[in-house]
C-alpha cells in the first residue's frame, strides 16, 4: 500500500507542475522561438533522413556546458533527466543503498 501512495505523490506532482507550472508557459511558442539557437554552436534537435529526431550529446559532457535551445532542453528532460531520476526512485535502487 505504501507503494501506491508514493505513485500517487508522484503522478499528482508531475501533473500539477506540468498543467500549472510547466506547460502554460509553452503556450503559444512557436517552432522558431521552439528552436532558436541564441550563439553559434547552440545544441538543439535535428531532422534525421529516416525521420526520426536527433539531439546534440557529447559524453562526457563538454565543460562549460553548451548553450542550449528550449527544444533540446525539453528532449533533454524527456530522453535523460526523467527516465535517470525514475530509475534512482524506483524500489528496488533503495533496497541498494
Known amino acids: 500500500m505504501a507503494g501506491r501512495d508514493v505513485l500517487g505523490a508522484l503522478v499528482f506532482q ?4 506540468w498543467v500549472a507550472g510547466f506547460r502554460p508557459r509553452l503556450n503559444g511558442l512557436t517552432d522558431e522561438e521552439y528552436l ?13 533522413e529516416d525521420g526520426q529526431v536527433l539531439y546534440d550529446h557529447a559524453w562526457p559532457p563538454p565543460q562549460p556546458s553548451p548553450f542550449t535551445t528550449i527544444a533540446w532542453r525539453l528532449c533533454h528532460i524527456g530522453v535523460g533527466a526523467w527516465p535517470t531520476g525514475r530509475r534512482g526512485c524506483s524500489p528496488r535502487r533503495r533496497r541498494r543503498r
Open 36 to 48: 532558436w539557437e541564441p550563439v553559434a554552436g547552440c545544441w538543439t534537435l535535428h531532422p534525421s
Open 14 to 17: 508531475i501533473e500539477y507542475w
